[in-house]
């Protein structure tokens, strides 16, 4: 199969018959074999309904539906792990990706050797509320991630290399890091495509506030530290934990020693127990043994981890 397409939606109920048509239409005029995969992501609206209908239609649509909202990066995991295309192209439900890409971002993964190609709203239609910290935020996400050539690393139109979605996980909020997952797990030919942004048609967008904002940052901070500790926590956690207890012992030492001199040269000195640096140095000593425990734990659970993507999924077509 040339191309999957992974969809996550959520109450697009109005918008998905026009999509599909139009993902049906590009496909058809090339001659691709294709798939694609809807993932409804807990839906209140008749999304599922439709999702259904299409099926019920035409045997190139799948659909997966989740018990609940679960987020983007789940319903992008689950799609991953049921697409089977060559190519594997996502895009946002909503029709603000535009479906004539898809040739073009196909041709970048076979011919010219990519593994991921991501598309980039040059020209954006939404709100300055969502565009001025989605600049901000990609500034410092090419700055963390050494991801030079990428100016949009949210944008939900993209294509991958098949090899690339089955060899990265996808949790939590991570879908807006997934070229930066792609390159530390070795997949390092990414490019980017100028691509058209639609006006919304229908609804209003499920992303917009502080909270998509802060959340962003918090998760390219995790992703930076699993990236560069996540197998070996001892690296960080034990070398900090060495140095402050060291610190610590270091000034135990000394306060031992100024007093031990203080004795036998006859020299009044108060208790070292009246000294703050006694408790300084005390409590740094005992938060350094945390650190190196934390440490060692974190080496343990890395070793025997648990599946993070465990979800409930209602229904699958």
Request: net charge neutral; glycine share 8%; with cysteine.
């Amino acid at each position: 199969m040339d191309i999957s397409v992974v969809i996550p939606l959520y109450n697009e109920a109005d918008s998905l018959v026009e999509l599909y048509e139009w993902i049906e239409k590009v496909m058809q005029s090339k001659g691709f074999s294709y798939e694609v995969i809807f993932i409804n992501d807990g839906s209140t609206d008749r999304s599922w309904e439709v999702v259904g209908e299409l099926h019920s239609k035409s045997s190139h649509v799948r659909g997966i539906c989740f018990r609940r909202n679960y987020g983007k990066s789940p319903a992008l995991y689950c799609g991953f792990k049921e697409a089977q295309g060559d190519v594997v192209i996502t895009m946002d439900a909503d029709l603000q990706d535009s479906p004539d890409e898809i040739p073009e971002l196909y041709r970048m993964i076979t011919e010219d050797g990519y593994d991921l190609v991501s598309g980039y709203k040059q020209k954006r239609y939404d709100p300055l509320s969502k565009t001025l910290p989605t600049k901000l935020f990609n500034a410092t996400a090419r700055k963390v991630s050494g991801i030079k050539n990428l100016h949009d690393f949210n944008c939900g139109l993209k294509a991958y290399r098949r090899d690339v979605v089955k060899n990265i996980e996808v949790f939590g909020e991570m879908h807006r890091f997934i070229p930066y997952l792609a390159k530390n797990a070795g997949f390092d030919k990414i490019g980017e495509k100028v691509v058209q942004h639609q006006a919304r048609k229908y609804g209003s967008s499920k992303f917009m506030g502080l909270n998509r904002f802060v959340n962003g940052y918090l998760d390219l901070i995790t992703l930076w530290f699993l990236g560069t500790f996540g197998k070996q926590p001892m690296h960080v956690f034990g070398f900090l934990g060495t140095l402050m207890f060291l610190v610590g012992l270091l000034s135990v030492i000394w306060l031992g020693a100024d007093k031990l001199y203080c004795l036998l040269n006859h020299i009044p000195q108060r208790l070292i127990t009246n000294s703050p640096w006694f408790y300084i140095a005390l409590t740094t000593m005992l938060i350094g043994t945390q650190l190196f425990l934390a440490g060692f734990l974190g080496d343990l659970i890395s070793r025997s981890s648990q599946s993070r993507n465990d979800y409930q999924i209602k229904e699958t077509i």
